[in-house]
């Protein structure tokens, strides 16, 4: 099971972007990578999903550089309702996908 | 598209007693995943079906938890002889049976043994 790193916590004001990256360096071959994001007393949620270069949706981008090594969230124009525990995960199926601890982003007012 | 729904949202009980959650997935989901959340911790993974299949248990799971799924539909997850270490959320997942099919999770079940 591929093992991710992420910074524990990140602080950010709203309005601007923020990037938080994720290391895995021994991602496999059929391992996609999915960030969810999670509220308190909340069960987590997808946010977005890729397998390499950039994937863009209404919500984020994520970006994944061609050794796949790592990959980094991207939150445009944050606001205060994004603050959060943001989580990394990679694998090929739901059950080999394993939580680490994430990292608690605040967006300050 | 109802959501994963967990019930229930709170359990407090004392140790020693047993507790059972259920959990009902999106209904077209074939796979259905229970994980265990303690505070400040990302959800640890304790086991997960394909259909009424389990297939997976991890092994830090006490063999005093037992889950089910008997017609592939709901699960529901039971504690026997509850221990204070067994207070902590516990979360359900759905997903499709296709692989990287994303993890949709319910609010989780929110239990307190005293």
């Known amino acids: 099971l591929a093992k991710t790193t992420q910074p524990i916590s990140m602080d950010s004001y709203e309005g601007q972007e923020v990037n938080i990256t994720c290391s895995h360096n021994?991602?496999?071959?059929?391992?996609?990578i999915t960030w969810y994001q999670q509220f308190p007393s909340q069960g987590p949620r997808f946010i977005i999903q890729?397998?390499?270069t950039k994937v863009t949706n209404e919500v984020a981008s994520l970006f994944i550089p061609a050794d796949r090594k790592s990959s980094t969230l991207s939150l445009p124009r944050v606001s205060l309702s994004d603050t959060a525990v943001y989580y990394c995960?990679?694998?090929?199926?739901?059950?080999?996908?394993?939580f680490g601890a994430g990292t608690r982003l605040t967006v300050k007012p | 598209d109802t959501g994963v729904s967990q019930d229930p949202r709170h359990k407090i009980t004392k140790r020693g007693q047993n507790v059972t959650f259920r959990c009902d997935p999106i209904?077209?989901?074939?796979?259905l995943y229970w994980y265990r959340q303690t505070l400040g911790q990302g959800p640890e993974f304790l086991t997960y079906?394909?259909?009424?299949?389990?297939?997976?248990k991890s092994r830090l799971l006490s063999d005093r938890f037992s889950a089910e799924r008997p017609k592939g539909s709901f699960s529901t997850l039971e504690i026997q002889r509850t221990e204070q270490g067994d207070s902590a959320m516990y979360l359900c997942?759905?997903?499709?049976?296709?692989?990287?099919?994303?993890?949709?999770f319910g609010n989780g079940t929110r239990l307190t043994v005293t």
């Open positions: 079906f394909q259909n009424e299949a389990q297939l997976e």
């Open positions: 890729g397998y390499k």
């Open positions: 021994n991602i496999a071959t059929n391992d996609y």
């Open positions: 995960l990679v694998g090929d199926n739901g059950n080999d996908m394993r």
């Open positions: 997942a759905s997903s499709r049976q296709v692989d990287n099919s994303p993890l949709h």
């Open positions: 209904s077209e989901h074939n796979r």
